[in-house]
């Protein structure tokens, strides 16, 4: 699961359409809308779009594809609505009226007559976008039936255990410098054993059960770091420099603050410098441990954000590595 927050990127960069802004969102292609905005700029995105850039407060997405859904957040509760109306005297017809669900072409179809890389309800390969409104949000996918199991869905993901002891972790990050999350990626243990079953950890009862199938499979030396139940990746900027923040999720704070001293050792060892490294472990009320582990970008610097995400996208060094030989 991605996360953008356009206000706070806009407010960084001097305006969310800006080069800067634009250049900075790193999720673009895990974000559908995004992805039409570096093709086209803010003026062709916003006519296509039937809304200004600056008037969403967030993105957010999740899911593999094609099954994948966006969320365009709103501040004001009314706006998911009035664009609804407005892509109905576009594209968009009503293909389900409870819920009301509008969509511009045959479901998880993609129609290479009608692609618009700048368009984000279209995009470079004609892929249709059926879109609900939900709360203060509008709901992106390629099919009305991604859309409509969400409808009755009663649990957030922030209530999983190993994201809510993550969340509690990031909840320190602003200690007086006065300083905000930009985007940040929600992810599981897979992404620190790619040969990893996902099976072995799903829908596990608590922290311990869940990483003492991942310790067993470690392979050779200790390389790495200690299994983790999942975690948080965040671009956070500070009033100083921009900073890669990492919150891991663990069953108890002797092995949170194992992982802050492995992750700070991992970074020196095969990632760029960096002005300064911090760390903490921060216990959860609700049990679990976070370690907390901040980056500080140096000034002029390559994001270190970005860095991470080229050099695990290319299979190169991963900095959350579970323990295993090289």
Known sequence: MVFLDVRAVSNVEGGASSDAAVHRMVFSQSIRPLGALQSGGARTWTEKAGIALKDIAYFAAFGQSPARVTYWGFDDPAAPEKLLDKL?????????????ILANGEPRAMNLKERQPDNPWSGPLGETSAVMAMDAAILQASAAEDLEQLVSLTRSVAENFAVAVALTGLTTLDAGDHGGILQAAVFTPVIGMPLLDPA???????????????????????????????????NYQSSDAPALVVSLAYPDCAMADTAVSALKTRWQAGMPPVASIEGRSVTSPGGGCAAVVRFNQSTGSKAAIGQFLTDYTQRGFNLLQIGSSR
């Open 88 to 100: 109905q005297t576009l594209t968009f017809r009503q293909v389900s009226a409870s819920p009301r």
């Open 200 to 234: 072995a950890f799903v829908a596990r009862p608590d922290l311990g059960s869940v990483t003492k199938p991942i310790e067993s499979r470690r392979e050779g030396s200790q390389d790495g770091i200690p299994a983790y139940a999942g975690g948080i990746l965040a």
